[in-house]
């Protein structure tokens, strides 16, 4: 909302790429978010029209910052500061069988049973 520049881990965390500060900062000193190929520090000063790498599990998302924001806003209004150019192909990697889980139960089905567990310690 305002003209000057913010830190890489409150403008991660208010245009809703991580869930958490904490998150963006612990993504940023584990070398997961890249400015022009090279890791940044959390306190970054992000700038408009910077592309900004992010190592979200298996993929590589990109994105472009449009404006500056200082603190969290709803995910509508979120979408007009940033700029997603990850491709698809990168969204695509999370519907591979080789990044599914491994043993699904559906949510509500209660607790396992006797017999659920042994087959799982079986899976396993």
Same mark, same amino acid.
């Given at each position: 909302?305002? $003209?000057? /520049?913010?830190?890489?881990? !409150?403008? #991660?965390?208010? %245009? ?5 500060? %904490? ?5 940023? !000193?584990?070398?997961?978010? !890249?400015?022009? $190929?090279? %890791? ?8 408009? /029209?910077?592309?900004?790498?992010? !190592? #979200? ?9 449009? /404006? ?25 990697? #999370? ?12 949510? /509500? ?6 017999? $659920?567990?042994? $087959?799982?310690?079986?899976? #396993?």
């Amino acid at each position: 909302m305002s $003209d000057k /520049g913010s830190r890489l881990d !409150k403008w #991660l965390w208010a %245009t809703r790429v991580f869930k958490t500060r %904490t998150q963006a900062t612990d993504a940023c !000193k584990s070398g997961h978010v !890249k400015i022009n $190929d090279q %890791t940044v520090k959390p306190a970054h000063e992000v700038k408009v /029209g910077e592309v900004i790498s992010i !190592k #979200l599990g298996v993929i590589e998302k990109t994105v472009k910052v449009l /404006g500056m924001l200082e603190r969290r806003v709803s995910a509508s209004v979120a979408k007009t500061y940033i700029e997603d150019l990850t491709p698809p192909e990168e969204y695509q990697k #999370l519907r591979r069988p080789e990044y599914q889980p491994v043993f699904f139960r559906p949510k /509500g089905s209660g607790r396992p049973s006797k017999k $659920d567990r042994r $087959d799982l310690q079986k899976l #396993l």
